[in-house]
């Protein structure tokens, strides 16, 4: 297995055009993240699915946003008319559920680099 | 609401040293987790501590956790030039699986 993987790995985009990316997690991991890194900062939480169904979503993920996780395999994430303000790196990061509470790590990927311009 | 700080936000050390960076977090939490970056790469699992006391051990690093004092401490041992990197602390809370992170400790470590 080659982890977690993203695409693209690098967008640049105009102000006002909409975006989408790809994540695809570990094959048998049944949980799926989206998180946001701006530079010198940790990750923000985005939002979440265990298997197809999204099961939060943070405040920050504005109506601009949208996440899917069709079937339960890969996950897209869209930002409509894009800002200025969401350059950043987008990044995905999958989890195997139900194993021994508590040891379930969450593996990133290498993340999807947004300029708006 | 669970906020997380680390200490120090940048370390520029010598080879050979030993250093510890700090992780406090301001309610209980389940889980504490430890990540490290390298610059313009994604993020790679260190470590998950669980309970009061628990401590772990990878090669030159070793992080604890102290339930009590809501603190985790990732000690670095000897440090060596590919230790170099950025270092996260994040924290779950409950069925919350979103990790709260910190803003990390940029480590430098000079030959």
């Known amino acids: 297995d080659t982890g977690v993987s993203q695409d693209p790995r690098h967008k640049i985009t105009k102000r006002g055009q909409n975006v989408t990316f790809r994540c695809d997690p570990i094959?048998?991991?049944?949980?799926l993240y989206w998180y946001r890194q701006t530079l010198g900062q940790g990750p923000e939480f985005l939002t979440y699915?265990?298997?197809?169904?999204?099961?939060?979503k943070s405040r920050l993920l504005s109506d601009r946003f949208s996440a899917e996780r069709p079937k339960g395999s890969f996950s897209t994430l869209e930002i409509q008319r894009t800002e200025q303000g969401d350059s950043a790196m987008y990044l995905c990061?999958?989890?195997?559920?139900?194993?021994?509470?508590?040891?379930?790590?969450?593996?990133f990927g290498p993340g999807t680099r947004l300029l708006v311009l | 609401e669970l906020k997380v700080e680390q200490n120090p936000l940048f370390l520029s050390m010598q080879e050979g040293k030993n250093y510890t960076i700090y992780c406090n977090y301001s309610?209980?939490?389940?889980?504490l987790y430890w990540y490290r970056q390298d610059p313009g790469k994604s993020l790679e699992s260190l470590f998950v501590?669980?309970?009061n006391g628990a401590v772990k051990q990878e090669g030159r690093l070793m992080a604890s956790l102290d339930t009590k004092a809501r603190l985790s401490t990732l000690h670095i041992t000897a440090a060596v030039h590919d230790l170099s990197a950025t270092y996260f602390c994040?924290?779950?809370?409950?069925?919350?699986?979103?990790?709260?992170w910190g803003a990390g400790t940029k480590l430098i470590i000079k030959p």
């Open positions: 990061a999958s989890s195997l559920g139900g194993l021994v509470w508590g040891q379930e790590t969450q593996y």
């Open positions: 094959s048998e991991h049944n949980r």
């Open positions: 699915f265990q298997n197809e169904a999204q099961l939060e």
């Open positions: 309610t209980t939490s389940d889980r």
């Open positions: 501590l669980l309970s």
């Open positions: 994040a924290v779950t809370k409950g069925g919350n699986y979103q990790l709260i």
